[in-house]
């Protein structure tokens, strides 16, 4: 602390501490927007897949085009 007195001393401490809350609420502000691009552009991706570059869902069997069918007898679970 460069000259002045306590006052300034004081003011001086607490702009510093208050300039790192800002940056550090901005860095986390930021990393949250990051993370739901993400999301929303994976989310998309999986919906939407022949959109935005991508050929296909994620997930989808190469083999079978359209619907799943079950290999065995499926019993309702709400059966009477």
Do not use: C, Q
């Not at 050929?55 to 679970?77: D, F, I, Q």
Request: no cysteine; hydrophobic share 40%.
């Amino acid at each position: 602390m460069s000259g002045g007195g306590v006052f300034t001393d004081i003011l001086a401490a607490a702009g510093r501490i208050f300039e790192v809350m800002v940056e550090g609420h901005w860095e986390t502000v930021g990393m949250l927007f990051d993370s739901l691009g993400k999301g929303t552009m994976r989310i998309n991706r999986n919906a939407y897949g022949s959109m935005g570059g991508g050929t296909s869902l994620r997930g989808s069997s190469p083999e079978v085009s359209g619907y799943a069918v079950p290999s065995k007898a499926v019993e309702s679970k709400f059966a009477k």
